[in-house]
């Protein structure tokens, strides 16, 4: 049984008959998938809430995510062989007072080995603190972090689920062009070079363990306007060249000439891109000419980007998938070889940036939270960077080696500079 074919028939109850456990439970997964799901990816959402929420609040939210989002009831079928029980939602869900918030979101740990420790438990986890005394002075009483694995969510999905949409996947579609069958043999070609040749490097210098660490921003939309007025230069623009100029550090950071990045968009409406059959987003390679001076930078990721877009160039992502599909069948053969260690390999790539669409608390799923949101992913070995538009507000969240963090610290400086 596939995982599609799970979801049509996953719910959240105990009066269903128990299922046929699957061999394989992530059979169904895309390569992409499989991929995120071995390189213990996460995706979280985090939010302040005027209200003190509690486990049972949390409880309520969860089983609402999870009717909204069938796909984490399907996983958890598929391992379990059975649907959802109400009584398990007790135990994915915690909620502990605390003296202040000022400390959040950046307290929780965004890696939440649980998640893929636990196959017993659905993928998603909702924590809360509640201030001890009442709200703070910004009306903030409690804060909210909800974590899945990548494998299962995005970022168009977190945009959908702070509407209270649904979020399920299961009526995409693998995309049919022309020709494009020449494209997939050229990216399975070129795999079958890159995938053992990945495998190579990172036995080599994958790291031991991650060093990556969470750090949140928040920015004001007027102030950027007004910087990237000035500066003759879109607001996506001004927010990626903001980020990686100030974690280069004039070239000690990421890079001393190029920066090798992957940027990704997403939409919120049933497109699969780049071959791939679940995911609504696509992810491009640019290479960003280092320079000393930021208005140059940032003249020069905008000219990358444009050169990309105009020539059309999706290609990436089918890269990637081809690519994720070679080690998917080097481990089936060769599983000796495949230990965490190895999914913390990061590519060839220096930086990941993603914009999510915006986010707009509507509806009984997000009554309780306020804005600004904070909305990520983590990858053990990725430096990365993910941005959510509110309506005020923009808010980065970073997750990135712990060297960068005197870089994290520069980004709010460097913007106030440009803000004259």
């Known amino acids: 049984m596939t995982l599609p074919e799970v979801a049509q028939s996953a719910s959240v109850e105990t009066s269903r008959a128990a299922a046929p456990l699957s061999e394989d439970p992530l059979a169904g997964f895309t390569s992409t998938q499989w991929y995120f799901h071995q390189a213990r990816q996460t995706v979280f959402f985090s939010a302040f809430s005027p209200h003190a929420l509690d486990s049972a609040q949390l409880g309520a939210m969860a089983a609402d995510i999870i009717d909204s989002v069938p796909q984490i009831g399907a996983l958890y079928a598929a391992f379990n062989g059975r649907s959802l029980p109400r009584d398990v939602l007790d135990r994915i869900v915690t909620s502990e007072e605390v003296d202040d918030l000022a400390a959040y979101p950046d307290a929780w740990d965004v890696s939440c080995p649980e998640l893929f420790a636990r196959q017993d438990l659905p993928m998603l986890r909702l924590r809360a603190v509640v201030r001890r005394g009442g709200p703070d002075q910004a009306g903030r009483r409690s804060a909210l972090m909800v974590l899945s694995t990548h494998a299962l969510l995005e970022g168009a999905d977190s945009a959908l689920l702070s509407r209270s949409q649904s979020a399920g996947h299961g009526d995409l579609a693998k995309p049919t062009h022309r020709k494009q069958w020449i494209a997939d043999l050229g990216n399975w070609l070129r795999a079958a070079v890159l995938g053992p040749a990945q495998l190579l490097v990172a036995l080599a210098i994958a790291p031991r363990r991650s060093h990556t660490i969470y750090r949140s921003l928040v920015f004001e939309r007027a102030k950027l306007r007004r910087v990237a007025t000035r500066l003759g230069l879109n607001q996506r623009v001004l927010l990626f060249a903001l980020v990686l100029f100030a974690l280069n550090q004039h070239g000690k950071g990421l890079s001393r000439r190029k920066i090798s990045a992957l940027y990704t968009e997403m939409d919120t409406w049933n497109r699969a891109a780049g071959g791939n059959a679940f995911f609504r987003f696509w992810t491009t390679e640019a290479r960003f000419r280092v320079s000393s001076d930021f208005a140059a930078f940032a003249s020069n990721v905008s ?62 799923l997000t009554k309780a939270l306020q804005d600004p949101v904070y909305v990520g992913t983590f990858h053990p070995g990725l430096n990365q960077c993910t941005f959510a538009p509110g309506r005020r507000h923009i808010t980065a969240s970073l997750t990135v080696h712990r060297k960068h963090l005197a870089g994290i610290e520069a980004i709010a400086a460097l913007l106030d500079r440009l803000d004259v």
């Open 303 to 364: 000219a990358e980007i444009e050169r990309l877009e105009a020539g059309g160039k999706r290609a990436t992502q089918g890269l990637l998938e081809a690519v994720f599909a070679a080690h998917r069948a080097m481990r089936r053969w060769l599983p000796f070889l495949y230990s965490d260690r190895i999914f913390r390999f990061p590519g060839f790539y220096d930086f990941s940036l993603s914009l999510t669409p915006p986010h707009r608390m509507q509806g009984p």
